[in-house]
């Protein structure tokens, strides 16, 4: 059991708690929290500040105990500065990392810049710190699945190549990503394999990290995508797949429920598709594109 006591002198008693970050205040991170995250400290961190707000009051309004920080994904520095706030509150026990961007959000430097390059440094420099007995999610797509298998070099490189030189791999240079869906599944992949890569830094010290690779969600994102360029192809996705619907952020908390708790202890380094099916028709059903 992690002490919920810090004495800094003999006066003074700081109240410490076990404490989650969230990077990504949207409608998944938040479920996930509501889920995971009762009688900690919560540190939501998010690029927009009004999201982490929103969230945080909806949060604290409803007994939990958290606080809002703005924050980039993109930028090492930030994540340290958010790590550093976690830490003043007691030990880091969790990490839900739902930030990242889409497709018809953001470019393709954006993209590779966030989703990928951000991800893997947050796994990183939490992995540092976690706690013994601590856990991860991270979340990743179907995005990631519905992809052509890369080679296994190509695998290697994206789960162990170094944090600062993982952009100047040739397969993420701008010649070799058709567009902004193409980068998104390549740091989609990316996530899966830094959480192979990952998981056996985060054994070392007794804690475990997973991946979940969500179809279709109804957030925010979702629905940019909904009305998107992409609009049609996600709406026939979700019609035509075995659930014949979008999914919720709390059916994706169920997963994470499992992962991040007692009856996941054997499960690390691993990743989940809650799709709906989709991927599965996408390549053996009606999904399937024509060619
Ligand atoms: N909704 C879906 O259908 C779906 C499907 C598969 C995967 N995902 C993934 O789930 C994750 C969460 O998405 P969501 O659907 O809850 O979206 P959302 O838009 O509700 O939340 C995403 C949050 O990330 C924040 N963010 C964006 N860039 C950031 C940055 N650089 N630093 C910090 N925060 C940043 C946004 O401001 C937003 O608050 C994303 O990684 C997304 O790719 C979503």
């Keep these: 059991m992690i002490s919920t006591e810090n004495r800094l002198d003999k006066k003074e008693v700081i109240p410490m708690k076990n404490v989650m970050i969230l990077t990504g205040a949207g409608q ?143 397969i993420l240079q701008p010649e070799n990503i058709k567009d902004t869906l193409h980068a998104y599944q390549m740091a989609k992949r990316c996530n899966e394999k830094r959480v192979m890569a990952e998981s056996v830094k985060w054994g070392e010290k007794g804690a475990r990290v997973n991946s979940i690779s969500p179809g279709i969600i109804v957030t925010p994102l979702a629905i940019d995508e909904f009305n998107g360029p992409r609009g049609d192809f996600y709406k026939n996705m979700f019609a035509k797949c075995p659930a014949g619907r979008p999914g919720t952020a709390d059916e994706v908390a169920n997963v994470a429920e499992l992962l991040m708790g007692p009856k996941g202890a054997f499960i690390t380094g691993s990743d989940f598709l809650i799709d709906g099916g989709a991927t599965a028709s996408y390549f053996y059903g009606p999904l399937k594109p024509e060619t």
């Design 28 to 170: 998944i991170g938040m479920a996930i929290a509501r889920r995971m995250g009762y009688g900690m400290k919560i540190v939501i961190g998010d690029k927009k500040m009004e999201n982490a707000q929103r969230i945080s009051r909806t949060m604290n309004e409803a007994g939990f105990d958290t606080v809002a920080r703005e924050m980039d994904l993109s930028s090492r520095d930030s994540i340290k500065a958010l790590i550093a706030q976690a830490q003043s509150y007691g030990p880091i026990t969790m990490l839900v990392n739902a930030a990242g961007v889409s497709p018809s959000q953001a470019p393709i430097e954006a993209i590779l810049k966030v989703d990928l390059y951000g991800t893997a440094v947050l796994l990183e420099e939490v992995g540092k710190v976690i706690a013994p007995g601590g856990v991860g999610v991270t979340i990743s797509s179907q995005s990631g699945h519905r992809m052509p298998a890369l080679t296994p070099e190509e695998d290697e490189q994206l789960a162990c190549t170094p944090t600062e030189e993982l952009l100047k791999l040739d």
